[in-house]
């Protein structure tokens, strides 16, 4: 259910902001991604200079808040730094200490806990992860049973993108899953017995001095966590139609009411508030409820938020206007009542055309939020660039499993496979590993060649109308091979089933 829930809200909110803002498709129109030498023989100054004047210029081109970057050579960090601003309200900058929301990237940490949890002998690359639980965490399948670690870090377990359906058999082929992660991280928690931040903190952040990385949004780094953004025509019409749905519905159960009580159908004044009121609630159950079942609950308040405005403002605008209805006609109340329908139409079309104009407003990120294997994780460009050091040459696992974890275990095309946890461009320039990540209000990837320690990690706070302009920035500091990535970002590789 909640799978169907999410796909039915993701697709909404993408048909929705393509239909009412059509400059999307000509701003974000696909880059060419032409094939381009890594620019390994470029000295790092030379680079460095090269993103200070390109990323504000992109920005500016692409209607992109904030960025944060960490770039890394010979298995460094040599710069992180910040653009642009947290939040478009208030105009916060952007610095290399600003946490963003990773989104998908927190896959590839998760990943990584298993594996730490393979060398402890906790778990195993190869036993079903079903072993593990006192309770199913799948339902029963013919494939339960058969569905291993290895299996699911590297997206060949065959479960369904979100939910906890099996669709072919494990090992078969690549089907990109969340429902996967959300499946280990059951597991994990399980075979420790303790909560998955907890985990995450021993087994990564602690010990590669992630200090500002948290899969929970807890209160010491929520002033330092940049705002998502999203273009304002969504939550505008996530709350206008139903909205307008409830009045009708309340409305008129509401005139039925007076009817057969009074005999008669024109309201009072009172009744007229009472209507809107109770049309105002009833139109935010489903964004709470709906939304908040998938842990979105920060999108609810934005429809709250933004429907409260939009009401006062709307009662504001319907009053002036209609004072000025009664004194050009005073003696003509049906010209009165059908005058002041035509301009609450125009208001609603006029505050419509105003929204569509606003692309990036901020999101509230104050919300609870839990542990999610999948995607929650908040961090910095600097933390995030910390870790895919160690995921290029990884420290803290033995020899046998880092090896492991960067080769080929489920192919998707003649240069692309998956490893346990990132994915694996083959080029003539060298191996890379990759992982990217995408919230609603949040994009972000990261790339390192780990043979040459070059690598980038770039995170930003822009919504996903407005796609791969992380990738392109990442693409501007590396150089390299970008189209197969970028193919697979958009899921073109997908198991498809035959029928």
């Known amino acids: 259910m909640k799978s169907k829930i999410l796909s039915w809200l993701t697709w909404f909110t993408l048909v929705l902001g393509t239909a009412t803002y059509s400059q999307v498709a000509t701003l974000a129109a696909t880059p060419s991604w032409q094939e381009v030498p890594l620019r390994l023989s470029e000295p790092v100054e030379t680079i460095i200079a090269d993103l200070e004047n390109y990323i504000p210029g992109y920005m500016r081109e692409a209607g992109i808040p904030g960025v944060a970057i960490a770039l890394i050579r010979d298995g ?40 730490r949890l393979v060398d402890q002998g906790k778990l195993s690359l190869d036993r079903p992860l079903n072993d593990y639980l006192a309770e199913p965490w799948l339902p029963p399948s013919e494939y339960r049973d058969t569905i291993t670690l ?50 995450a903190q021993e087994m990564v952040f602690m010990p590669l001095g992630m200090s500002s990385s948290s899969f929970i949004n807890h209160d010491g780094i929520t002033s330092r966590t940049a705002n998502g953004h999203i273009r304002a025509i969504i939550p505008f019409l996530l709350f206008v139609v139903p909205y307008m749905v409830s009045l009708v519905i ?5 005139l039925l009411i007076l009817r057969i009580r009074t005999g008669r159908w024109r309201p009072t004044r009172l009744m007229a508030v009472v ?50 209805i009664l004194r050009l006609s005073p003696d ?16 609603v079309v006029g505050f419509c055309i105003i929204a569509s104009k606003i692309t990036n407003l ?55 496979w998956w490893g346990l946890g990132p994915g694996i461009q083959r080029s003539q320039q060298g191996d890379a590993l990759w992982q990217w990540g995408q919230h609603i209000d949040f994009q972000s990837v990261m790339i390192i060649y780990p043979e040459h320690g070059f690598g980038v990690f770039v995170c930003t706070n822009n919504d996903l109308l407005n796609p791969d302009v992380a990738l392109k920035i990442a693409h501007r500091a590396l150089g390299g091979k970008f189209k197969p990535i970028y193919r697979a970002i958009h899921l073109e590789f997908n198991y498809r089933e035959k029928k």
């Open 362 to 416: 901020p999101v509230p990120k104050w919300t609870a939020v839990p542990a999610n294997a999948a995607g929650s994780l908040r961090a910095t460009a600097g933390d995030m660039a910390t870790f895919l050091i160690e995921l290029s040459n990884p420290q803290f696992l033995s020899a046998e499993t880092a090896r492991q974890l960067q080769t080929s275990q489920i192919r998707l095309s003649r240069v692309l």
């Open 250 to 254: 309340v409305g008129f159960l509401g």
């Open 332 to 347: 003509r109340p049906r010209q009165q009542i059908v005058v002041t329908i035509v301009w609450a139409v125009l208001i």
């Open 76 to 115: 460094e960090i040599v710069w992180t730094e910040g653009f642009g601003v947290v939040n478009t309200i208030t105009a916060k900058p952007v610095t290399p200490e600003t946490l963003f929301e990773v989104a998908s990237n927190s896959k590839v940490v998760s990943a990584y806990i298993a594996l």
């Open 275 to 324: 209507v809107f009121a109770v049309g105002f609630v009833l139109s935010l159950l489903p964004a709470f409820i709906l939304i908040g079942k998938i842990g979105w609950l920060e999108f609810a308040w934005l429809i709250a938020l933004c429907g409260l405005i939009l009401a006062v403002a709307f009662v504001l605008v319907l009053l002036a206007g209609r004072t000025i």
């Open 150 to 199: 290895r299996h699911v870090v590297s997206h060949s377990s065959g479960l369904s993108k979100t939910g906890r359906k099996s669709l072919f058999a494990p090992g078969r082929g690549y089907y990109y899953s969340a429902g996967g992660l959300h499946y280990l991280q059951a597991v994990i928690e399980q075979v420790t017995g303790r909560p998955f931040e907890d985990i």
